[in-house]
Structures are given as C-alpha cells and as structure tokens.
C-alpha cells in the first residue's frame, strides 16, 4: 500500500513537470522555419500569408511545447481538452494564460516569444 502511494505521487510528480518542461528552443524554432510553406494533411500550405504564417508557427509552436499536457488532438491528457477552446476564451485571454500560467499550467513568457505565444493564442482561439 505505501509503494502504491510513492509510485503515484512520484508518476504525479514526474507528469506535471514534464507539462513545464521545454526542450531547446532554438532546435524548435530552427524544425519550425524548416516547415514553413510545406503541405500539411489537409493538403492547404502553410507559412506563406500573414494569418497562414502565425496559425502555422502557433501549430508548430504548440506541438513542440504544449504536446505533453495537452495531447497531439488537442484531447488533453495531464493538461484540460483544448479542442473546443476558442469557443470559451478569446486569442487575447488564451495569450494570458499561455504567458502567465495558471493553476497547473506553467507560465511560458520568458521560455517562448511574444510571436510565439500570439502565434499559439491564435491558433488555439480559432478552436470552436
């Protein structure tokens, strides 16, 4: 019984900070840029106008960062479903939350850009 309860508090421990864990941004942003203007599944380009750039780099934005908590889909996982956020929050409150965190959301300003953060936001918000 007490093995139980150290396993699960030490699998609860290891799964929360790997939602505020970020790999190295450089290599993300650097796998971002090589991305841009490539065919995605939906057979539409991304990354060549202004809106299409910012929802591409806020997708690859949120791949490389958000994946962990949030899950591939969107579906949630240690982190809440994000699928149908943007019919709750606006791409300014989302940014809010991206930047400053909340409850167990780490805060990301500092670990990602501004653009980065806009960029996620606004992908994120047209999630209806």
């Given at each position: 019984?007490?093995?139980?309860?150290?396993?699960?508090?030490?699998?609860?421990?290891?799964?929360?900070?790997?939602?505020?864990?970020?790999?190295?941004n450089?290599?993300?942003?650097?796998?971002?840029?090589?991305?841009?203007?490539?065919?995605?599944?939906?057979?539409?380009?991304?990354?060549?106008?202004?809106?299409?750039?910012?929802a591409?780099?806020?997708?690859?934005?949120?791949?490389?960062?958000?994946?962990?908590?949030?899950?591939?889909n969107?579906?949630g996982?240690?982190g809440?479903?994000l699928q149908?956020?943007?019919?709750k929050?606006?791409?300014?409150?989302?940014?809010?939350?991206?930047?400053n965190?909340?409850?167990g959301?780490p805060?990301f300003?500092?670990?990602?850009?501004?653009a980065?953060i806009?960029?996620?936001?606004?992908?994120?918000?047209?999630?209806?």
């Amino acid at each position: 019984m007490k093995k139980s309860i150290i396993f699960l508090s030490l699998l609860l421990v290891l799964s929360l900070s790997a939602c505020g864990k970020s790999s190295d941004n450089n290599n993300n942003q650097g796998a971002a840029n090589n991305n841009a203007g490539t065919t995605g599944n939906t057979g539409t380009t991304t990354g060549q106008t202004g809106g299409n750039a910012a929802a591409g780099n806020g997708e690859a934005t949120f791949k490389a960062n958000c994946v962990s908590c949030h899950g591939n889909n969107l579906e949630g996982a240690v982190g809440p479903n994000l699928q149908k956020v943007g019919a709750k929050y606006s791409a300014d409150e989302i940014a809010g939350i991206v930047s400053n965190g909340r409850g167990g959301m780490p805060a990301f300003k500092g670990q990602l850009s501004d653009a980065d953060i806009q960029g996620v936001a606004q992908w994120l918000a047209a999630k209806k």
